[in-house]
């Protein structure tokens, strides 16, 4: 079957559901992961036949896509920072919007030359500590999470990528740190309010662990508090702590922060213009 077929067929079955340059970009991920093709190669040669094996392993992919199942999870990977990474249904796709608080950490913490320990709660994919390890090379990298599956997805993305991480099961709730062991404490916990679910698209808020997402209306900050306690014991004296948050409570968490004795606070909007991430320093009460 001519590739040019195939990708009318995944526009006439999806375009509907996701619109017509999402499909495209479907079709093509799906074409360089299984078959090695740049998205160009029709432009080059219209004419591309595929053998029945790749064609029933796209079918196979449009499928999926058409029961709303994240084409990461699809083909099992994810690109963070220029790093491929495994990613499955037990933990949250990596953002573009964590980037920029990875960057933010970088541009900070590589001015430091003396060894500098972080700690990353609810590590996830492990996204943000392996970015941090392949990048500080005086880092000491510590990343905790409650989920065993998550922690085996973590655990299998530091060592395809052959940085050493320390990685602990621990709930955020309870999390026991050594006082002033850490000079960086990094965190992108749960921020999406229940009640925004309706703006959420299938694929995320039925596909992706609800658990890592969603927070209720009336504790939006529950999460920053428990970290927020962590920090307050596990920070050195001008320690710093980075927080990815939910861009309609900049406001509401810069107010915990202040509360809970926390200064310096800067707040930074993301790539799409919107407040996401928070930076605080730990002068010790």
């Given amino acids: ?39 160009f190669v029709l432009a080059l040669d219209p004419n591309i036949v595929v053998s029945k094996d790749e064609e029933k392993i796209l079918f196979e992919g449009l499928s999926q896509l058409k029961l709303e199942r994240p084409i990461q999870y699809i083909i099992g990977s994810s690109l963070f920072m220029d790093l491929e990474l495994k990613v499955d249904k037990n933990v949250l796709i990596p953002r573009p919007e964590t980037e920029g608080l ?6 900070d913490q590589t001015k430091v030359k003396e060894p500098i320990r972080i700690l990353d709660i609810g590590t996830g994919s492990g996204c943000i500590a392996i970015a941090l390890a392949k990048n500080l090379p005086n ?5 905790s999470d409650i989920s065993d599956n998550a922690l085996n997805v973590a655990e299998f993305n530091a060592r395809m990528h052959e940085v050493d991480i ?9 999390m026991q740190v050594k006082k002033g062991d850490y000079s960086v ?11 925004e679910k309706t703006a959420i698209r299938n694929h995320v808020k ?18 920053y508090e428990y970290i927020l306690k962590v920090a307050k014991t596990g920070l050195q004296p001008g320690g710093t702590l980075y927080l990815e948050i939910n ?10 922060l202040e509360d809970q004795k926390f200064s310096e606070i800067e707040l930074r909007k993301d790539l799409f213009g919107k407040d996401r991430m928070v930076k605080a320093k730990w002068n010790t009460e």
């Avoid at 990875?102 to 541009?107: A, E, F, P, R």
């Avoid at 320390?166 to 309870?174: E, G, Q, R, V």
């Fill in 1 to 39: 079957m001519l590739l040019k077929e195939i990708k009318k067929i995944f526009h006439i079955e999806l375009d509907g559901l996701y619109g017509k340059d999402e499909v495209a970009h479907f079709f093509y991920m799906l074409i360089e992961h299984y078959l090695g093709l740049e998205r």
């Fill in 102 to 107: 990875v960057s933010w950490i970088l541009t």
């Fill in 139 to 143: 880092a000491v990298v510590v990343a």
């Fill in 166 to 174: 320390i990685f602990l099961k621990a709930d955020m709730k309870s």
């Fill in 185 to 195: 404490i990094v965190s992108n916990p749960p921020y999406v309010l229940e009640s």
């Fill in 206 to 223: 039925n596909r992706e662990p609800a658990g890592a997402i969603f927070v209720p209306d009336e504790s939006p900050l529950v999460y």
């Fill in 247 to 256: 861009q309609d409570l900049g406001k509401d968490t810069i107010l915990l």
